[in-house]
């Protein structure tokens, strides 16, 4: 109570202060839990951050794990010491220092036109007689050696402890020229001691590659480039008459190798130096020789059997190349060169035998040109008759068409006159038909009133008589009384009225 007391009065009075105080101490605690925060943010972001600029990779080796194989190199698996098997990418990542090292590595280029080898550097040992390997075996074994895939144009992120990448330039094909492939990996031929080989054998395949860029592993494939184009082949050789003067001859070939016959040709012959020596010229100095032989030296130099030899030399030579896969397309004898010895009378004989030639031909060709002026001369004849003969024609034709067209009128023009004379008869006939009806109703008409008045007349006697009936019955009702004398005409009727009554007649 006392102390309690004293404590206040000390408080009161400003005095010092005793004892644990909370809110001091949670201020020191948050302010070192501050500075180790940093202080681990700080070691973190400097010691312990991983970042592979553009391009590179980073290798990791782990410091501690298990242990590898004395014979590896590479730690397959994340929990063994060493240099790890996969490279990290290009980004952020953070490793204790402590347990980790790492490098960073550039990443591996191959450029267009090129083809990357890769060479594993660690795994378990290849079977025996084999150094092409896979990517990793369909257990997941990863074997040492060369690794059959090969790297097309790219980047990529390959650990250099693990892979060796050899860079080769690609295989590429131009047009006019076809690969020939030898197969230096695969398997064994079907039928040993052959030139060409099935795909998948080891040796020269039978289907060539055609124009293209290739990418192939080099250690696996091999490519002979072989051109398909035409080539020009000039050469000079001699041959023997049959009476055995040497004549030297110069000659061309235009020659191809058959695309498809391309790998025959290759193993057979050689490239293009061989096919010249062991085909061109061999098959060029053989037939020359042969066919030399059949001709005396008079019958070359003359010329009339040149013809002949460049057929029978372009047959031979191409028959003869056909066989090994070359196509000739060509082949000309430009020049056959005589001995001096015996081209100077031979040729001036050939001279006067041209000259009597000349002439022979210079008179055929004016018996020609008389023949041609005389045929012309008759041609011109017969066109001139033709024409005249083509005009008297026509005019005969036009005179008789004209006289067709006159008769076609004139025949119209009587059937139009006779179709009008039978309307016209037609007509009569109905007027006069008409005219008969008419004259025969007023005959019939006039012949029924005569009738009925005579019907009527009869009873009175006369016509007379009944007139004056008429007369009277129209006068009588409108007479009252008549003042005239018995003589006048008024008392006419009367008078007749009076007189006595004939016997047969009217009253």
């Given amino acids: 109570m006392l102390a309690n007391d004293s404590n206040s009065n000390q408080a009161a009075s400003g005095g010092a202060r005793y004892g ?11 302010l070192v839990l501050a500075v180790m925060l940093v202080v681990f943010g700080g070691y973190v972001w400097f010691f312990c951050r991983i ?22 190199i590479i730690a397959i698996t994340a929990d063994q010491k060493g240099i790890q098997l996969e490279p990290l990418s290009e980004g952020r990542y953070f490793y204790n220092p402590i347990n980790w090292s790492w490098k960073m590595e550039p990443l591996t280029q191959i450029k267009e036109g090129q083809v990357g080898i890769m060479v594993r550097q660690f795994g378990a040992s290849p079977p025996a007689g084999k150094f092409i390997v896979r990517m ?46 030898t197969l230096l990996y695969g398997n064994t031929p079907a039928q040993p001691n052959t030139f060409l080989v099935k795909e998948s ?22 490519v002979d480039i072989v051109g398909v184009q035409s080539h020009k082949t000039e050469f000079e050789i001699s041959f023997l008459s049959k009476d055995g003067f040497r004549f030297p001859v110069k000659g061309a070939v235009e020659w191809a190798v058959e695309e498809l016959r391309a790998p025959e040709v290759l193993v057979m012959i050689g490239d293009g130096e ?27 130099i003359s010329g009339t059997v040149r013809k002949s030899f460049q057929d029978e030399f372009s047959k031979h ?31 001036e004989r050939e001279v006067a035998v041209q000259t009597r030639t000349k002439y022979e031909r210079e008179i055929e060709r004016a018996i020609t040109d008389a023949n041609v002026a005389e045929q012309k001369k008759l041609q011109d004849q ?20 004209d006289q067709q067209v006159q008769i076609i009128g004139a025949q119209r023009d009587l059937a139009v006159a006779k179709k009008d004379l039978e309307t016209a008869e037609k007509l009569a006939l109905a007027i006069v038909s008409t005219g008969q009806g008419d004259a025969d109703v007023i ?15 009869t009873p009175f006697g006369s016509g007379s008589s009944y007139a004056r009936f008429l007369y009277l019955n129209k006068v009588a009702p409108n007479i009252d009384s008549i003042l005239a004398n018995s003589d006048g005409p008024l008392a006419e009727p009367f008078r007749d009225l009076s007189k006595p009554e004939v016997k047969g007649g009217a009253k």
């Fill in 20 to 30: 644990f105080n909370f809110v001091r101490f949670g201020l020191i605690g948050a």
């Fill in 51 to 72: 970042e592979p600029p553009s391009g590179f990779c980073a290798v990791l080796v782990r410091k501690d794990g298990k242990t590898i194989p004395a014979n590896d």
């Fill in 136 to 181: 990793k075996e369909p257990d997941g074994t990863m074997h040492r050696g060369i690794i059959d895939e090969p790297l097309r144009p790219g980047t990529y992120r390959i650990n250099p402890s693990a892979y060796r990448v050899e860079k080769r330039p690609a295989v590429k094909i131009e047009p006019g020229e076809v690969g020939v492939v």
């Fill in 201 to 222: 054998e080891q040796g020269v395949q039978e289907t060539p590659l055609r124009p293209g860029t290739y990418y192939l592993n080099p250690y696996i494939q091999r």
């Fill in 274 to 300: 061989d096919i010249v020596n062991k085909v061109i010229l061999r098959s060029a100095l053989s037939m020359s020789r042969v066919q030399g032989s059949k001709y005396s030296s008079a019958d070359v």
């Fill in 317 to 347: 030579i191409a028959s003869e190349s056909a066989r090994k896969g070359i196509l000739v397309k060509a082949a000309l004898i430009s020049e056959i060169e005589p001995p001096q010895k015996i081209a100077e009378p031979i040729r």
């Fill in 382 to 401: 017969k066109v001139r008759i033709v024409k005249a003969d083509t005009a008297r024609t026509n005019q005969i034709q036009r005179a008789n068409k």
């Fill in 443 to 457: 005959s019939y008409t006039r012949k029924a009133e005569a009738g009925a008045l005579k019907a009527i007349i």
